[in-house]
């Protein structure tokens, strides 16, 4: 049952000035004179109706004025409903609930994770009713309630029903143990504590609640400390660190699974290179580690190695496996461990195995020796492998032709993408014939120069080969990059200055471009000319650079940005991007949902594994986490209802409090009492 309890008690005291309308009423009462007058037979009778209002009116009168200073008395008194349970209605709690990988962990037989549930539906069972409460889970991210969208702002508050065990399905806008999915499954990403806490921390900046706490429920691991920095949590709130099972004394993983040489050239074999590392504190010998990949053949390909590893410490395990096949390539590495946490003992991998991509480059002003050939730079561009990629060689194949006047293309079919350097003119049949290769799904690379001139284009023109009309040659002077397309996948690299700067590169010549219809400008020099424009030609696509790609005209071939430009354009062409592969890694969802393995959507193959720095076993003590965190250990005192205003921060507010309907009984007293007054008399 609801009762009615106030905050500031003292003030009823105040009650006492309701004497004083009662000894005004007393000492200004009138008294009776005598008078002498003549027949007062029908004068008495009116005169005793006339005193018998008044004194209706007057009792009334007292009784208002009595009631508007008890009224006030109650108003600064702080009213409010209170309802068995103590200080439910006064309490706001957070559950932050830890569910990154390492909640795996299995525990007595049952996983952290499971602990960590339990734990939290004692703790709402043990709550008063009333108590709001927002429950959250998290990894690096915060995902709010049982929904599976991650929530940065903050839930609607829940309030406790005052049936906790009731079966039937609770409202919208209240919470207990038996509403909470309490089978939801651990995650597979990392642990951000920081996150979490400024979750909570928002949260608690925004209540009216005197009694605020937080109780998180983790294992306290060590590599949730680099994530979301958390400063300003209220020292008035309380926050409780829960802390589940031991640490680990080992654990064995597969961190990371890399691939190099995915390009089959002849008899090179393709190499799978396994990082398995040990965070205990022994050191673990002949451990068995397993190779098993899936391309769709009659049987799979399988290897297993032995392997020691020293204590905190990780060993690489080289599988080397003679693919001579194109396909795609699926499957995992796994160790044989034994340890408390099995769920980073697999990491699954994907790759796409294909033959070097055959570059046609058409060279349209040889030189007199190999050096000063058109295509010299951009041949041995595409020769080397760029930086970064390790043991893997270069993904493409370059063929040379000289374009003499007497050399016709040769059969198209065989090569991934075509370049023109600088070619002068293309006779009718060679048209036609890059035209059916474009059309069909080829792609073509363009680069102008000297004999790239109007005339000579206009066949290329006419066939749609060419993105932008060629309109003549700007005079000699300094052209840089002024614009790109920062989201196109050939610079979306190359727009990081780290990375290296495109206003850096300088050409001294340029060919003057106007787009064609339906052509997209990717980039532009300086005065708004056109540098490289893109077209599509029926399943194809052609790319135009309005420079050449020797020395002629700049000295970009010598630039530290020339190989990563070449391979961007050929690569962007021929499908070779990073960006553009068909295998991605992919994050995994909140708590259970999309486990670690290889899922395949249309034409792309999502990779998912457990983040590899849950691995660590390492763990924080309760004195370092909030060090780290900079989290006071303050404490709210169980203060009883009567006492509650000990605890009520200054400006503080129950949500339950009265004193807006006491506001409004007493100006509804004050009303009466003005009409009342003005009609009474003494």
Known sequence: MLGISLIQAGFLAAAAAAAVPVLIHLLMKPRAKPAVIGTLRFLKRVLQQTTRRRKIRHWMLLTLRTAALLLLALLFARPYLSAPGGLGRDREVVLLIDQSASMATLHSGRTLFACAQRAAEKILRDLPEGTTVHLAYFDDRVWSGNSNIPDSKGTAPFSLRENRDSPQATKKSQLSPNSVDW???????????????????????TSARPQRKAYLLTDLQRTGQHGTPCKGFPEDAEIEVIELGKPLMGNLAVDKVETAQTTIRGREPTEVTAHVSNAGALAVHNVRVRLRLDSGGPRPIEQTQTVSIEAGSYEQVRFTLPIDRSGLYQGYVEVDADDGLPGDDRRWLAFEARPPDRILLVDGEPGSSVFSDETYYLEMALRLALPGKGRSPTP????????????????????????????????VADVARLRQYVSWGGRLLIFTGGQVEPESSAPLGRAGLLPAAVTGMRRAGVYRFRTWEKDHPIFLPLSDPQQGDLRRLVFRKITRLTPAAGAKVLATAGGGDPLLVETRLGRGAVLMFATAVDRDWSDWPQARLFVPLVHRFVGYLTGRLPEEQRVRAAPTGPGGDNPPGITCRKDRVFVRNVEPAESRIERYSQKQFRDEFQLARAKIAEAPEKNLAAVLPPGAQRPNELWTSVIWFLLAVLTIETFVANRTHA
Request: charged share 25%; glycine share 8%.
């Open 183 to 205: 089978k939801r499954q651990p995650g597979y990403a990392g642990t951000d504590f920081g996150q979490a806490l400024c979750w909570a921390r928002d949260l608690f900046t």
């Open 396 to 427: 493409f194949e370059p063929v040379h032709l000289v374009r003499d006047g007497r050399t016709n293309l040769p059969e198209l079919e065989t090569y991934q993408a075509v370049v023109l350097c600088n070619v002068a003119k293309l006779d």
